[in-house]
């Protein structure tokens, strides 16, 4: 590792983790502009649940007719271009949505050294068809609940009450039937479909909603604002804890269930322990380098990683949401499932779409009352998953230090500290920076309740709305049509004699998730907002 010449500033233009990082930021910072006056981010493409005709005496509240499925989230939120955005309409909006992000990502695509022509065809092809999920998504069969129904004025009809979930689940189908049917466009795709990159460009957006929920909850109280912010901050520390002690169980845990059970080598089980119980594919290449095991071992293990992280984003939101901690503990359940599902791009979909799920059905019990604000779940899956990304560097440093020194005693052999930055994930520097500027936002010039401030948070609403629900939601919808791209089912049965994947399968549900369970439920039992039972509380169900 000393042999490597390395810069702080290394892979700051070539690298995915860094591009996170500026496509978030960029975007981020065209919506604060809207503290000056000036709206560049409200043309995003937002769908809307939708029928092909209104029934007759039926009123447009919660549902809409097909030809407003699509609208310019500028167009209901901006202060100063709100003519500008409604009058693109559907097509329009979603037309300037893709040339800006393609040239965005076709920018990023091209500095990270990738076949540009085949990304942009790839992507292209990808972000077209996720609106056309997205759009299918929304109808109200898939989406709308009985409360949607009441307060549109709307014949009762049997909808399966998914919320935003079933746009997910849609996209992840259409990309999975593209990975295991259409291989030869699967591969062709795989320039574009990369979900570990869009994952960490929405997390950099979700900093945004992470800040940005006190200031919405201002506008019904200052109180539920202050309850908002302070929750966020309770799970930023909750979310450190819980992760720490699960560092200290799951790790050792998994490693002797590899070595004492399977008898496999020292360092395949150190590479299959850090994979299921740190971070997937990152923590698995990370650990393979550590402790220099072959690179076939790394790359099966990524492959497992990958499969059973579909496996768990399908299985665990209903099973959290339904069975055991229930929509009574949503911040249990988002914290377990943080720690629970491996890789950035299936946690934090799991996470939203856990956050659908619990949020759906608590406004199916509440008659309409949500009291939990939209992304607070997902925040809570997130959380505990950034402590457990920004632990990887530090702990692929410790292995490759106790593999240097103590298991292989290589004469000379040095680990520079530096390794703990090279391996620390960047995309969490944009979180944290965009959470803190609007949480700086609330507590500076738009804290008091006076007419100065009250005006200083409808600005930054204006600019932070189309960031945090249009394009963060934009960016979870491409992560799970590419992971269904990339993902093999052929892969997990060509594996099925290695003794890997029944660590893998052992491990990840029968001690892993309970663990996870139990762990988040010491540390984030009780976790609630007070006072948000009020008649007005629904406004924050968003």
Not at 44 to 70: L, Q
Not at 186 to 202: D, Q, V
Not at 425 to 445: E, H, N, Q, S
Not at 507 to 517: D, G, K, Q, T
Request: with cysteine; hydrophobic share 55%; glycine share 10%.
């Amino acid at each position: 590792m000393s042999k490597i010449q390395r810069f702080w500033y290394s892979g700051m233009l070539s690298t995915e983790d860094w591009w996170a990082v500026w496509l978030g930021l960029a975007f981020f910072s065209l919506g604060l502009l809207t503290l000056l006056g000036i709206d560049l981010v409200g043309w995003i493409a937002y769908p809307s649940k939708w029928v092909f005709n209104m029934p007759e005496g039926a009123i447009s509240k919660k549902i809409v007719t097909i030809d407003k499925a699509f609208y310019a989230l500028g167009g209901k939120y901006s202060l100063t271009a709100r003519d500008t955005y409604q009058s693109l309409g559907p097509i329009g909006s979603i037309l300037v949505t893709y040339i800006i992000f393609t040239i965005a990502t076709v920018t990023g695509a091209y500095f990270q050294k990738w076949d540009v022509k085949r990304y942009f065809i790839g992507w292209t092809f990808i972000f077209f068809l996720t609106y056309l999920v997205w759009f299918i998504g929304h109808h109200a069969f898939f989406a709308a609940s009985a409360v949607d129904l009441k307060r549109s004025h709307f014949p009762a009809m049997f909808t399966l009450s998914l919320g935003g979930g079933a746009s997910f689940i849609l996209a992840l189908m259409a990309g999975l039937i593209i990975g295991n049917f259409f291989k030869p466009l699967a591969r062709y795709l795989s320039e574009a479909a990369k979900p570990e990159w869009f994952i960490k460009t929405a997390i950099v957006f979700l900093g945004v909603k992470v800040g940005y929920l006190p200031i919405k909850a201002a506008a019904t109280s200052e109180k539920i604002g202050h309850a908002l912010a302070d929750l966020t901050l309770d799970l930023f520390i909750a979310g450190a804890a819980a992760t720490i002690v699960a560092y200290l169980i799951f790790w050792p845990g998994v490693y002797t269930i590899s070595r004492l059970i399977f008898k496999l080598p020292r360092k395949t089980a150190a590479v299959l322990a850090s994979a299921i119980s740190i971070c997937g594919v990152s923590a698995a290449v990370a650990t393979g380098g550590a402790v220099r095991a072959r690179p076939v071992v790394s790359i099966m293990v990524s492959s497992l990683v990958v499969v059973y992280a579909v496996i768990e984003l399908v299985i665990l939101p209903g099973v959290f949401t339904h069975i055991w901690p229930g929509i009574k503990d949503p911040m249990v359940a988002g914290a377990a499932m943080g720690m629970a599902v491996k890789t950035d791009g299936a946690d934090a979909a799991a996470g939203e779409l856990l956050d659908e799920f619990m949020r759906a059905k608590m406004d199916e019990t509440s008659n309409g009352t949500v009291i939990w604000p939209e992304g607070i779940i997902t925040v809570s899956a997130v959380m505990t998953k950034i402590w457990i990304d920004m632990f990887i560097g530090l702990w692929a440093f410790l292995l490759a230090m106790i593999w240097v020194y103590k298991i292989e005693r290589q004469e000379g052999e040095k680990v520079p500290f530096s390794e703990v930055w090279f391996r620390f994930p960047k995309f969490v520097l944009g979180y944290f920076i965009a959470w803190f500027v609007y949480l700086g936002i609330f507590f500076g010039p738009g804290h008091g309740g006076s007419a100065e401030g009250m005006s200083v948070l409808k600005a930054a609403e204006a600019g932070a709305v189309p960031v945090e629900k249009g394009m963060r939601k934009l960016f979870f919808m491409l992560t799970f049509m590419s992971l269904g791209i990339i993902t093999d089912f052929k892969k997990l049965a060509e594996a099925q004699f290695s003794k890997m994947i029944w660590v893998y399968f052992i491990a990840l549900f029968f001690f892993i998730i309970p663990v996870a369970s139990i762990i988040a439920y010491l540390f984030h039992h009780g976790m609630t907002l007070p006072n948000m039972a009020t008649p007005g509380s629904a406004l924050l169900g968003g």
